[in-house]
């Protein structure tokens, strides 16, 4: 009957070693761990143990189902062949243990005898197979491909990092092979058949006949121990820990919205100074992470060919956590202020990572304690001493905020004087800006073609803050949201509307939930496309444009609106025709996290250029179309630069509305 005989051709001598080597490599890996959470918890404290349920769930399908691993396919496939093949063998080598070292020693009784020895050696052989295919796939990728996300690391010894874990984990597959492989050429049992692979050698290797076959299977059964407890023992201390620290991250993820950006903490002042300053939860992150550089493949800023990079971040900065009394400091030496600023708070990083890092929430953190230093540009500056004193970018008075109503018959209702259904959050960009104030207009026309009852703050309204806090300015955020509170407290309405991603952004997930209680807050792309589909707004015109839509980052990746405005665009007889990059893989314009309020940078290419080209690159596309007043203004200024005013326009989502009526 077929058995697993678990110590066959070791000698006694060999098998009490391994149990030695077994308890020493379990002490070096409790070590291990224990250095690891010790530096956890020299982070300031944060609470992330609520919704137990949702975690474990987030656990089972990114962790063990690898779903957002998968999405990206060679990669996917890749690491999902070494993932699985690993823990086949691992639970083979468990059930093996406990076959051996228990019901059999206990018990005298083994259950791995018969047909479910059999079993178990097909599919630990046809688990081992995919090891090795994704180990060969892991190989070519980054030593043939040599895909640019995977080149370049800030610590060169990060190169030998990755290349011991593919070496070990191919010389587990391969002698554990040779091992069954000899097994079976000496003891040519019955069952072979069904140990495919072992067979295969063993059809090698029966010409070597005895005492070499069962010289070299010790000889190699010793090799697979010594590097199997070897890697174990080197996993707390190699990239391997990401076998841990990444379903740690994932279980310990942010469960708020993804539009809400933690506070500012505050020691000394705002923001983090030294490592130490930032949460367990951050140390957790750079810790977690496992250098696949697909932040970075998606980072605007990266691909414009500013210093940012997100991979490159969390690598220098889990390197500073184990520096010891260099005298480098976090800001300057490990992570540069033009880092920092580069960022356009996209969340495209945070959206692909598979371990859930949240790249941006640290950025800001560093960015707060360079705002409390006062190292922050002078264009900047000029922008938040302004908000500060006016409420908006623009430094014009309050009393200019509604200047835009003065065409508009009848008078638009204030709010804070009567009731309406709709209260208008109209932003900075679409009160202020020369070039968009038309485009306000017609929104307000739209409004009332539907029929809508409807007001505005009038000189009441101040800047969201939206972008001010990812700016860095904690303090100027708190100062605004205070502002708008006290004023939106006062209105009676039963639904607040804004045409501005980044206000919407701040009002829905920022703003306390009692400045609207249970009312709506909506984007206009939303109550466009429900007061379309009501009848309430029809469109009698049909315009037969070809059109691209650009989702914006607050608006799509932040708050998951992506049907929506395209429903509306298609409403107005339009034929929606998409970029390569869409939907939550949209690319930014470059203009969010306070970036439109800062100096240039050297480039090779602005983001907003890169995504007119890219949408010049499509078939008889005429019109670009968005749903942001900052996208509005990025993007028309690039269609000049970029010189394709003749093949493109940049247009509103409103605007193809009103067109429409």
């Given amino acids: 009957m077929p058995i697993r005989e678990t110590f066959w051709n070791i000698p006694h001598w060999a098998e009490i070693g391994q149990y030695i080597f077994g308890l020493l490599t379990a002490l070096v890996f409790i070590y291990g761990v224990w250095r690891r959470l010790r530096r956890w918890r020299m982070g300031k404290p944060e609470r992330r143990t609520d919704q137990l349920g949702s975690r474990l769930r987030s656990v089972i399908v990114q962790a063990i189902g690898q779903f957002r691993t998968a999405q990206d396919p060679y990669p996917g496939i890749m690491h999902l062949t070494i993932f699985w093949g690993m823990v086949a063998l691992f639970i083979g080598t468990a059930m093996a243990t406990i076959d051996w070292d228990v019901t059999h020693l206990f018990f005298d009784f083994q259950f791995l005898t018969g047909t479910v020895y059999v079993l178990f050696e097909l599919i630990l052989d046809i688990f081992g197979l995919l090891l090795v295919l994704g180990l060969g796939m892991a190989f070519y990728r980054r030593y043939v491909a040599r895909p640019p996300r995977l080149q370049n690391v800030p610590e060169q010894s990060l190169a030998r990092d990755d290349a011991y874990a593919i070496v070990m984990l191919a010389f587990i597959a391969i002698t554990g092979y040779l091992v069954e492989g000899l097994r079976i050429a000496v003891v040519q049992p019955d069952w072979a058949a069904w140990s495919p692979v072992g067979n295969a050698l063993a059809s090698v290797f029966i010409a070597l006949g005895d005492p070499s076959n069962r010289t070299l299977h010790l000889v190699l059964w010793t090799s697979h121990i010594v590097i199997s407890f070897t890697i174990i023992a080197s996993i707390p201390f190699t990239k391997l820990f990401h076998i841990l620290a990444g379903p740690a991250n994932i279980f310990f993820r942010s469960l708020q919205p993804a539009g809400a950006l933690p506070p500012a903490r505050y020691s000394s002042g705002p923001g983090v100074e030294q490592w130490r300053e930032f949460t367990w939860k951050q140390v957790l992150d750079f810790e977690s992470c496992t250098r696949c550089g697909r932040c970075q493949d998606r980072c605007p800023a990266f691909a414009s060919g500013s210093s940012l990079s997100p991979r490159d971040v969390m690598i220098k900065l889990d390197a500073h956590l184990w520096e010891r009394g260099n005298g480098r400091t976090l800001h300057g030496d490990v992570i540069t202020a033009e880092e920092l600023w580069a960022c356009t708070t996209c969340g495209a990083c945070v959206q692909v990572c598979p371990v859930f890092i949240d790249h941006i929430w640290s950025i800001v953190d560093m960015r707060r304690y360079l705002v409390n230093e006062g190292r922050i540009d002078s264009q900047l500056q000029d922008a938040l001493a302004n908000l500060g004193r006016y409420g908006n970018s623009f430094g014009q008075s309050e009393r200019m905020r509604a200047k835009w109503t003065q065409p508009v018959e009848p008078k638009i209702k204030d709010a804070r004087k009567e009731p309406v259904d709709y209260l208008w959050f109209v932003g900075d960009y679409a009160s202020y800006h020369a070039s968009l104030t038309d485009i306000t207009r017609k929104t307000a026309e739209v409004f009332r073609k539907a029929g809508l ?34 004023i939106i407290s006062q209105c009676e309405f039963k639904v607040i509307v804004t045409t501005d991603p980044h206000s919407y952004n701040a009002l829905k997930n920022e703003y306390p939930a009692e400045i609207n209680g249970s009312r709506p807050i909506l984007h206009h792309a939303e109550l466009l496309d429900q007061l379309i589909t009501s009848g309430q707004l029809e469109l009698s015109k049909r315009l037969d444009y070809k059109v691209t839509y650009h989702d914006p980052c607050y608006l799509g990746r932040y708050n998951g609106v992506y049907d929506a405005p395209r429903r509306v665009i298609q409403a107005t007889g339009s034929r929606l025709i998409e970029m390569p990059r869409h939907h939550d893989h949209s690319f930014c314009c470059a203009a969010g996290g306070g970036r439109i309020w800062m100096d240039e940078i050297e480039v090779k290419e602005r983001p907003s250029e890169a995504r007119i080209q890219e949408a010049a690159g499509l078939d008889d596309v005429q019109i670009f179309a968005v749903a942001c007043p900052k996208d509005v203004t990025m993007y028309k200024d690039a269609v000049k630069t970029t010189g394709q005013e003749d093949r493109l326009i940049v247009k509103d989502l409103i605007e193809l509305v009103h067109e429409a009526l």
């Fill in 453 to 486: 009852d409807f007001g505005i703050l009038y000189d009441g309204e101040r800047n969201s803050g939206n972008d001010v806090r990812r700016a860095g300015e904690e303090g100027l955020f708190e100062m605004l949201v205070e502002d708008n509170i006290a």
